[in-house]
């Protein structure tokens, strides 16, 4: 049984005249100590999964589908049940988490109080486990007692995530967590993922919009457009043959230090406005491949045969039904 | 400085002894991590900051010894581009407003009508559509749209060096290298010297003829680009250098040796 098992997710937000779509129809599956990177462009829809999966979303969102974690459905929980899944079951080191601590208590003391809001431990216990974590992440148990703006950007990115490990969760969500960094300290964090997952059998769920990273970390790689997947491959073949236009156009748009400079190539036009959306595949406007059933027809989910799903008509030609 | 307390003055050297030429018509990039002084480099050389000691030479002239006029044409000569265009345009500024500001403040398009002239042209050399954006407000244009902005009202003056500094890190990743190609563009068209400053190797090798290096306010490097990346000299770049994510490789054989770092 998968860890996380998402089935037909679809959600939408609250505006003031209707809802607005903002995840159409995904699945995906994370098996235990799995690394999924889920990428895409801004308003994409891939901070809107991460949220829903740990029940933050707005409360008048609509969500329908299944997400089952650990095999307990998250989509109908109450809130209560929610409180307790949440952070022992899933945990999130959120987007600019480095800005998230508060400036005026030590970064140990509000670890010490997020483990004692959430388990009946003493003071003393919670303190001994907070060392522990900092160890585990790499900082000097010493610093415990340290305030935010004594700690780097990229120490205090380790601080959120020893927060985020403090009640061993099976699933830590990362939401852009590197971004922030210089490239130095992005590789030490990156590494110290490795490390956690190797040695905690933690899963990842790892939300960025630059796939170059991905292929650093994720095992497993989902690219996002418009609320909708576009492919989903591990990441080998992900980054060795990409094959929707789109993730080949996105990997293509990164310049690397190896690669062939004259491969590099940016999207025409502009990521996609889930407000305004066009008809058929949402990405035929800036697509190099689109041919007439493109503009009319929304394509579905393809099974590939080396196991990658991929929406996408290109791929579905002399093909009599596609397998969603 | 001595003395202690809440507002003592405390120095901080940012810039120390960095040494290096930029030649006419080339594009060098300057890479480096957070604080290493690249953006405090650049600064200086607009003149935005002032060094202790040390010079800065334009055209063979020091920049910081120019008389009245001569340092109005040099803020013309020299123009800057900012990494976050939403902090460096005027919020209650059109597109079209702030494209005009420099050419009226440098009293470069004499009557009101040939300075609209210039400005639609300006619009549509940075890839915009006059039509859809002069009128519109920062607040209405995306992030690149802002960028193109602030690129078109750099180059309304015709400077001769221009200086980006990290231009498209705020950007998604599917249109920097839309920005990076009009840049490219408008420095041949221009006959442009710019100095890109960016913390991302692989734009860097994209965009730039030659790259210099700095960590903690040195210079630690400076070569042509391919000649840097494929045989750095000094184990700091090759350090940066081996923290670049690279997709180009293999994916297994990255994840693998990270497994084992």
């Known amino acids: 049984m998968p860890l996380v098992d998402v089935k037909g997710l679809c959600i939408d937000y609250k505006l003031q005249n209707g809802y607005l779509r903002a995840v159409d129809n995904v699945s995906f599956q994370i098996d235990e100590g799995e690394v999924l990177g889920l990428a895409g462009e801004s308003g994409s829809g891939k901070s809107t999964i991460a949220h829903s999966i740990l029940k933050i979303l707005p409360r008048s969102t609509r969500v329908s589908g299944s997400i089952l974690i650990d095999g307990t459905e998250v989509v109908q929980m109450d809130d209560r049940t929610a409180r307790a899944y949440r952070w022992k079951v899933v945990s999130l080191v959120p987007q600019g988490s480095m800005n998230a601590f508060d400036p005026v208590i030590t970064i140990g003391s509000q670890i010490v109080e997020s483990i004692r809001i959430h388990s009946k431990v003493d003071k003393a216990d919670a303190w001994r486990r907070t060392r522990e974590l900092f160890s585990l992440v790499g900082i000097p148990e010493g610093r415990a007692k340290g305030y935010p703006h004594e700690f780097s950007g990229g120490m205090k990115q380790r601080a959120a995530i020893a927060m985020a490990l403090s009640l061993n969760p099976k699933l830590v969500i990362l939401d852009e967590p590197t971004t922030a960094l210089d490239v130095v300290v992005q590789r030490q964090v990156l590494g110290l993922l490795a490390k956690l997952r190797r040695e905690l059998g933690i899963s990842f769920l790892f939300v960025t919009h630059d796939l170059s990273v991905l292929s650093e970390i994720a095992t497993k790689v989902a690219v996002m457009y418009a609320g909708r997947l576009a492919e989903i491959s591990n990441s080998e073949a992900m980054f060795a043959s990409p094959k929707h236009p789109y993730s080949r156009a996105l990997i293509h748009a990164i310049p690397t230090l190896s690669g062939d400079l004259s491969l590099v190539k940016s999207i025409p036009g502009v990521p996609a406005n889930v407000l305004s959306l066009p008809s058929g595949c949402k990405f035929h406007p800036r697509c190099p491949s689109a041919f007439d059933r493109c503009m009319k027809e929304e394509p579905r989910l393809l099974q590939m045969d080396d196991g990658s799903s991929v929406a996408c008509h290109l791929f579905d030609r002399g093909r009599k039904d596609g397998r969603e | ?261």
Not at chain 2, 2 to 21: E, H, M, N, P, Y
């Open chain 2, 1 to 261: 400085m001595s003395g202690r307390g809440l507002f003592a003055k405390q120095v901080v050297t940012a810039v120390d002894g960095v040494s290096i030429s930029v030649k006419k018509g080339e594009t060098l990039g300057l890479v480096g991590q957070s604080g290493s002084g690249k953006t405090t480099l650049a600064r200086t050389v607009v003149k935005l900051a002032r060094p202790q000691s040390g010079s800065v030479l334009f055209k063979g002239k020091n920049v910081f010894d120019q008389r009245r006029n001569e340092a109005k044409a040099y803020r013309r000569q020299v123009q800057m581009i900012f990494q976050d265009p939403y902090e460096s345009l005027n919020p209650r500024a059109t597109v079209e407003r702030a494209i005009e500001e420099p050419l009226v403040i440098h009293r470069l398009a004499g009557n009101s009508s040939s300075r609209k002239d210039r400005t639609l042209n300006l619009i549509r050399m940075v890839g915009l559509n006059p039509e859809a954006v002069s009128k519109k407000y920062p607040h209405e244009l995306s992030g690149g749209e802002r960028q193109r902005t602030s690129i078109a009202r750099a180059l309304a003056v015709t400077p001769e060096l221009l200086l980006a500094d990290e231009p498209v890190s705020m950007l998604d990743v599917s249109i920097r290298i839309g920005i990076i190609d009009l840049l490219k563009e408008l420095k041949r068209e221009l006959d442009l010297t710019v100095v890109f400053i960016t913390h991302d190797l692989g734009v860097a090798r994209y965009f730039c003829d030659r790259i210099a290096v700095m960590f903690k306010g040195k210079l630690i490097e400076v070569a042509a680009t391919e000649e840097l990346l494929r045989h750095p000299s000094d184990p700091y770049t090759r350090q940066l250098l081996e923290s670049v994510p690279d997709p180009a490789k293999s994916a297994r054989e990255k994840f693998s040796s990270i497994q084992k770092g």
